[in-house]
Antibody, heavy 116, light 107 residues
Framework: QVHLVQSETEVKKPGASVKVSCKTS????????IHWVRQAPGQRLEWMGW????????EYSQKFQGRVTITRDTSASTSYMELNSLTSEDTAVYYC?????????WGQGTLVTVSS | DIQMTQSPSSLSASVGDRVTITCRAS??????LSWYQQKPGKAPNLLIY???NLQGGVPSRFSGSGSGTDFTLTISSLHPEDFATYHC?????????FGQGTKVEIK
């Protein structure tokens, strides 16, 4: 059974960085992509980017280009999403999701709060 | 970016009602449209992919239709557990944008 388990809640100050992990199990990590999606309070879901689990290729939404980095550790079947230069507008729940079909499996979400 | 617009933003319905939610894309996305159900405090759950394909384990009362720019999610007979927010998403071109969501509430 496919599972995606994310890291715990984070509280960060403006200007800081956050790194969220997404540990997967129940399938061959290299065979599927992992996407990252966020949901700010009262806002629509927002796709941030994705990583190919096999070759590590990434693509990011232009909105986050230069501020977000998605990586993977195939030995740990884990993907990471790092977001830099945080502002209050980055306060959101961050989700990872797996393909097969697109965004068929989701992590439980990680709340990131940015506050001084 | 491709803009996705859902209507209505919210609706009130009763158990047993037939419910229809629409999603419009700002340009043609062929059949690259997914629908998700989300309950408070939970991650979205994939219902429909490629416009009209039911994800495994999803009840058959859910169906999707459409192509090009106009799409529809239909719940043929609303069950108590269907009260939730529904999101559409285009997967035609990155960034894979979402609609603003439609909240289905109990009348």
């Amino acid at each position: 059974q496919v599972h995606l388990v994310q890291s715990e809640t984070e509280v960060k100050k403006p200007g800081a960085s956050v790194k969220v992990s997404c540990k997967t199990s129940g399938y061959s990590f290299s065979n599927y992509a992992i996407h990252w999606v966020r949901q700010a309070p009262g806002q629509r879901l927002e796709w941030m980017g994705w990583i190919n689990g096999g070759n590590g290729n990434t693509e990011y939404s232009q909105k986050f280009q230069g501020r977000v980095t998605i990586t993977r550790d195939t030995s740990a079947s884990t993907s990471y999403m790092e977001l830099n230069s945080l502002t209050s507008e980055d306060t959101a729940v961050y989700y990872c999701a797996r393909d097969g079909p697109l965004l068929a499996y989701w992590g439980q979400g990680t709340l990131v709060t940015v506050s001084s | 970016d491709i803009q996705m617009t859902q209507s209505p933003s919210s609706l009130s319905a009763s158990v047993g009602d037939r419910v229809t939610i629409t999603c419009r894309a700002s340009q043609s996305i062929s059949f690259y449209l997914s629908w998700y159900q989300q309950k408070p405090g939970k991650a979205p759950n994939l219902l429909i992919y490629a416009a009209n394909n039911l994800q495994g384990g999803v009840p058959s009362r859910f169906s999707g239709s459409g192509s090009g720019t106009d799409f529809t999610l239909t719940i043929s007979s609303l069950h108590p557990e269907d009260f939730a927010t529904y999101h559409c998403q285009q997967t035609y071109r990155m960034p894979y944008t979402f609609g603003q969501g439609t909240k289905v509430e109990i009348k």
